[in-house]
């Protein structure tokens, strides 16, 4: 019910990637031809609709943010949400401002590779908080494809 409501939205306002070519944020991603544009909430920013096919490289950008004016218009009691929001607690993140994570990954034929060599995982965020070696010996999330992770050098690209 939430999910068709679209309190996804209030968290996550932005779209979740786009298209990596030419310029870094490339266009093309709604063409004559392919699904149009969505004009709800938490869809309206989608840069694109698309089939994804191999070989197209794109952005996937989950984030959430806490901004006060959608918190404020989603816990008002006006609002369809609030009954599901508890605003004191909000309250407290609002501060914080919120956090988005961006991969880069080019489409395979059988899935995709991963180019981001970013710390991801809880223990690599530590491990890196704590001053501790980057890029890490071992991969702890295989399933994200990070096929550079390990190999990575600043001045050299190892492609796959």
Same mark, same amino acid.
């Given at each position: 019910?939430?999910?068709?409501?679209?309190?996804?939205?209030?968290?996550?306002?932005?779209?979740?990637?786009?298209?990596?070519?030419?310029?870094?944020?490339?266009?093309?991603?709604?063409?004559?031809?392919?699904?149009?544009?969505?004009?709800?909430?938490?869809?309206?920013?989608?840069?694109?609709?698309?089939?994804?096919?191999?070989?197209?490289?794109?952005?996937?950008? +989950?984030? *959430?943010?806490?901004? =006060?004016? #959608?918190?404020?218009?989603?816990?008002?009691?006006? %609002? &369809?949400?609030?009954?599901?929001?508890?605003?004191?607690?909000?309250?407290?993140?609002?501060?914080?401002?919120?956090?988005?994570?961006?991969?880069?990954?080019?489409?395979?034929?059988?899935?995709?590779?991963?180019?981001?060599?970013?710390?991801?995982?809880?223990?690599?965020?530590?491990?890196?908080?704590?001053?501790?070696?980057?890029? +890490?010996? *071992?991969?702890?999330? =295989?399933? #994200?494809?990070?096929?550079?992770?390990?190999?990575? %050098? &600043?001045?050299?690209?190892?492609?796959?």
């Amino acid at each position: 019910e939430l999910v068709e409501m679209r309190l996804g939205a209030v968290f996550m306002p932005h779209g979740l990637g786009h298209f990596i070519g030419i310029d870094t944020h490339d266009v093309g991603g709604y063409l004559p031809g392919h699904p149009e544009r969505i004009a709800k909430a938490g869809l309206k920013s989608l840069r694109t609709a698309r089939v994804l096919r191999a070989g197209m490289t794109i952005t996937v950008e +989950p984030g *959430c943010y806490f901004i =006060p004016s #959608l918190i404020e218009e989603a816990t008002s009691p006006s %609002s &369809p949400f609030c009954q599901y929001l508890n605003k004191d607690v909000l309250k407290e993140y609002v501060s914080f401002g919120g956090a988005r994570l961006e991969d880069v990954v080019e489409i395979t034929q059988d899935g995709c590779i991963n180019y981001t060599i970013c710390p991801r995982t809880i223990k690599e965020v530590e491990h890196v908080m704590r001053g501790g070696k980057w890029p +890490p010996l *071992c991969d702890e999330m =295989p399933e #994200l494809k990070r096929v550079n992770l390990l190999t990575y %050098s &600043p001045l050299v690209m190892n492609p796959p």
